[in-house]
């Protein structure tokens, strides 16, 4: 018997219920599956780079270098040092040797120390030198490693030995050791490419003109010049340097890293090569200075500086001359670049900053700040080298007469004031008689600037 009844029909709607929820645990299986299957994949992954890097390590190829965490040891060839910021052209390559290379983790860079330094040259004004340091603002001295006719110390460097022109004017560990007791640096200067006992003695690397013959130049004493261009004279200067730094001096200078100026005895024109076959004087200055600082600084931590020309700052005509071009010299690498900006330099009536300065000798502090004012552009720039100026501490009389003054502590000061009034906290003093007057050298005093 059918039995009919009012009570609505719900089976369709429980019918899908239970399908949807059938759907749902199925779905939640699978991504579970999936998520275990992911795993696996990857670890079965890594097993395998790690067994790759494994057996190229074992192969003793160059390993592979993967992003893993793993206690094992891992080796990558050595980084060689690249930050030279010169870039060489090919001719320079092509015309010297490759550069120096070595690992960037066996680089020493040396912490820059802000020298305030005077000149004392083969040593026989230590004593005063030292007091003047131990009194002053002053805190480093340099001394002479090798002048224009040899090395007043008892080097040992074959080819110094050989030429002969070696002597014990001072005894260097006597020197350095006094210095060092009572906290003041010593730095060595090396009177580079004017050399003409070294250039009479080895005339292949001296200047020559085509025929070969060596050549004199009226501006340099009538007297020979090293050739810059000659690889094997950096070699003798880096080798003088080495030998000197080994007995414990805190900076190596060098100075006259310079072609000759002026014209050559007779007229006769020296010969470097063919037009167009040799890279520019400033390349071969700029190549020698790189090379010494990987040799020295870079190698063995101890600063390599550079005395150049005041006048190369603001006269390009010159710089090409003597081949220091300031704007690249300064990015050679070199601790520090040393511009002699003595006003007695500078030619009457030379113009700057929109003063003509009829004797410039006569204007100390304007001088200085003019000169190294007009090349602040060049010097402010990213990786340029510290600028440490040479400053006159000594009477020009040879200028003639109504065009110098004498230079006693106030014409000295003037010009340290110059140079902080610049922001530059540096300075060397020059007299090639090295005797300075008393006095603190702080650039502390009233000049008139305007």
């Not at 999936?34 to 890097?53: D, E, F, N, W, Y």
């Not at 009177?191 to 003409?196: G, I, M």
Request: aromatic residues 10%; contains cysteine.
């Amino acid at each position: 018997m059918l039995i009919t009844s009012n009570v609505p029909n719900n089976n369709g709607s429980e019918d899908n219920s239970s399908e949807i929820a059938k759907l749902k645990r199925i779905f939640t299986a699978l991504l579970s599956l999936s998520a275990i299957l992911a795993v696996c994949l990857v670890t079965l992954g890594i097993a395998k780079i790690i067994r790759h890097v494994d057996t190229k390590e074992t192969s003793g190829s160059t390993p592979v270098i993967a992003t893993l965490v793993s206690t094992e040891a891992t080796f990558t060839e050595p980084v060689v040092y690249h930050t030279e910021q010169l870039e060489a052209t090919s001719l320079a390559d092509s015309y010297w040797r490759p550069l120096p290379e070595i690992p960037e983790d066996q680089v020493i860079v040396p912490e820059h120390f802000e020298v305030k330094a005077v000149y004392i040259g083969s040593c026989s004004a230590i004593d005063k030198a030292i007091e003047l340091c131990n009194n002053t603002e002053l805190n480093t001295v340099v001394i002479d490693l090798k002048n224009e006719y040899g090395l007043p110390y008892k080097s040992q460097v074959p080819t110094a030995l050989e030429i002969g022109y070696v002597w014990e004017a001072y005894d260097i560990d006597a020197i350095i050791k006094k210095c060092h007791d009572n906290n003041i640096r010593v730095i060595g200067r090396i009177v580079s490419f004017n050399d003409r006992v070294a250039a009479k003695h080895f005339p292949d690397r001296a200047i020559c003109d085509a025929a070969g013959n060596v050549v004199k130049f009226s501006n340099e004493g009538n007297n020979p010049f090293l050739s810059p261009y000659n690889s094997d004279n950096w070699d003798y200067l880096i080798e003088i340097a080495l030998d000197a730094a080994s007995h414990g001096l805190d900076e190596i200078q060098f100075d006259y890293v310079r072609f000759p100026a002026g014209a050559t005895q007779n007229k006769v024109k020296p010969y470097f090569g063919e037009e167009g076959q040799f890279p520019e004087k400033s390349e071969a200055v700029n190549r020698f200075l790189q090379e010494a600082r990987i040799r020295i600084q870079d190698t063995h931590g101890i600063p390599v500086s550079a005395d150049i020309f005041g006048i190369v700052l603001t006269s390009p005509g010159d710089a090409a001359i003597i081949g220091q071009d300031f704007a690249t010299l300064g990015m050679t690498g070199i601790d520090s670049c040393c511009p002699m900006v003595y006003p007695s330099h500078y030619a009457c009536g030379t113009m700057l900053g929109g003063h003509t300065f009829e004797y410039p000798d006569k204007e100390p502090y304007r001088m200085v700040y003019s000169v190294l004012h007009a090349c602040q552009p060049t010097f402010k720039q990213d990786g340029f080298t510290a600028v440490r100026p040479y400053l006159q501490a000594f009477t020009a009389s040879y200028i003639g007469k109504g065009k110098y003054m004498n230079y006693g502590y106030n014409e000295i000061n003037a010009q340290i004031k110059a140079v902080h009034d610049l922001g530059i906290t540096e300075f060397i003093l020059w007299d090639p008689s090295c005797s300075y007057p008393e006095g603190s050298y702080d650039g502390d005093m009233s000049v008139e600037t305007d």
